[in-house]
């Protein structure tokens, strides 16, 4: 099997997913074109080096989003007609499963030359667009407890006694972190600044950090969930009949304790050695493991665990042998829980932040918080990293780099 190494990883900077977030005027296709663009040029690729293929994640993909994102996004970009595109759907790890399936075309000899990568326009397709029995057909919600993800999260709290002061200390931190991080120039080799369509810049910074946020102001937000727990039939009730051994839900997460609602892209250069040769670049890092996992679907969000468990055994490492975390702040309780499991300090993981200060587009938030890892093992000289993202349905997915 050939290695699938890393070359370049950039992101566009995350808007607020509402019609006054800055990204609101930019299609998902410019989105995503501008980031295919940024790999372009910053790697030098040309017609005759180009990618096989580019596969993007997202969410929703319906209306603008729809028929295909990344072979739109391609043929909206400078790449030549010859890069082909496909669009796959790991619901919140598509980013990563999209990086994930480059790297397979690389080692098994299909692709020379991939690019990875995701697209939400959460502003512009709003989450449940795309419909799909799993949230709606009573004979798949019936037989499987389904409830809402913002339930789930609840549903970790209090099944692993996580507090409403646990998640928003924890979502204190995200903020201080993430701005920190910004101050410290960390993410300024991954950011695209997003252009609009005469060329002017129209957001060159994640835009919705709290930088002076504190618990305080964290303890003044109601529950996000409370209503659709109680409202007839009440999802509380059905995560109360999977888990019996509760005595009710503890809504516990908030608009700030969640990952935020937001629009974003982002990319990643995969390849093998000699397509990197050919275009003069050297390897950043090499995709060591990838794993995804399915686990129980009404606390849902506790993949990572096992998907973790799952890609160190099939690495042939332990715990012991990663030096960089990190998971995706979909809730705080999502992180809390994972760190208890997995017996690991708030200081090893996240350490640069995450979604609920930065934000969360769910089709590209797996590359960009691969990106974040990478460039921090860089920053830290640092030797490993493991991604993992909870997933709607009750999965995990992983992937495992190590700098070269
Ligand atoms: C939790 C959630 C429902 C909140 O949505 P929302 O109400 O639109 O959130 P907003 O960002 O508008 O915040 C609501 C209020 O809290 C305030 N707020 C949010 N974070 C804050 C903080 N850290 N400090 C102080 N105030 C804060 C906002 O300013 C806003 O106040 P306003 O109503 O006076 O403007 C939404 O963010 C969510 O669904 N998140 C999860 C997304 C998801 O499921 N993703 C996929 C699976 S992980």
Known sequence: MADAYIYDAVRTPRGK?????SLHEITPVQLGAQVLNAIVERNN?????APDDAIFGCVMPVGEQGSNIARTAVLMSDL??????VHVNRFCASALEATNMAAAKVMTGEADLTIAGGVESMSRVPMGADGGALMSDPHVTF???VVPQGISADIIATKYGISREDADLYAVE?????AKSWERGDF????IPVKDVIGLN????????RPTTDMQAMGSLGPAFLGLGEMMPGFDKVALQRYPELEKINHIHTAGNSSGIVDGAAAILIGSKEAGEKLGLKPRARIKAMASCGSEPTI???GPEFVTEKVLARSGMSKSDIDRWELNEAFASVVLRYMQAMDLDHSEINVNGGAIAMGHPMGATGAMILGTALGEMERSNKETGLVTLCIGGGMGTATIIERV
């Open 300 to 302: 849902m969000l506790t």
């Open 45 to 49: 690729i040309s017609d005759d080096n």
């Open 80 to 85: 030549p007609q010859t890069t082909a595109g």
């Open 17 to 21: 997913g509402k019609p006054d977030g």
């Open 202 to 209: 129209v957001l060159d910074k994640d835009e919705t950090i």
């Open 174 to 178: 995200s903020h201080k972190r993430s």
């Open 143 to 145: 037989h499987n407890y």
């Open 188 to 191: 300024n080799n991954q950011i």
